[in-house]
């Protein structure tokens, strides 16, 4: 099992920067993946952004890139995403979450953080 806590978030204005973390713990070992996402009130599950566990290869939706940035720190199984240049259409709680090797989703899910960007 693989448990994850995501933590930064906050109420910020539009321009400003944050930087969220996700701790994991557990069966880190098999993780091939980690996602961050968010839902925003009375829409979908957007996806924002993976990084590869072991390569630290990065991939982002169009609506945040040149923005967010991700990372991790591989000794500490902890992820970061740098969130810069905040707007009020970012507003939404951000979970991260882990795929496993071997797999084709994210198995296992934070409790969410949120993050609210005033205008």
């Known amino acids: 099992q693989v448990q994850l806590v995501e933590s930064g978030g906050g109420l910020v204005q539009a321009g400003d920067s944050l930087r969220l973390s996700c701790a994991a713990s557990?069966?880190?070992?098999?993780?091939?993946?980690m996602g961050w996402f968010r839902q925003a009130p009375g829409k979908e599950r957007e996806f924002v952004g993976r990084?590869?566990?072991?390569?630290?290869?990065?991939f982002y939706a169009d609506s945040v890139k040149g923005r967010f940035t991700m990372s991790r720190d591989y000794a500490k199984n902890m992820v970061y995403l740098q969130m810069n240049s905040l707007k009020p259409e970012d507003t939404a709680v951000y979970y991260c979450?882990?795929?496993?090797?071997?797999?084709?989703?994210?198995?296992?899910w934070g409790q969410g953080t949120q993050v609210t960007v005033s205008s």
């Open positions: 979450a882990a795929q496993l090797t071997g797999t084709v989703k994210y198995d296992y």
């Open positions: 557990g069966r880190t070992f098999n993780t091939y993946a």
């Open positions: 990084i590869k566990w072991s390569t630290d290869n990065t």
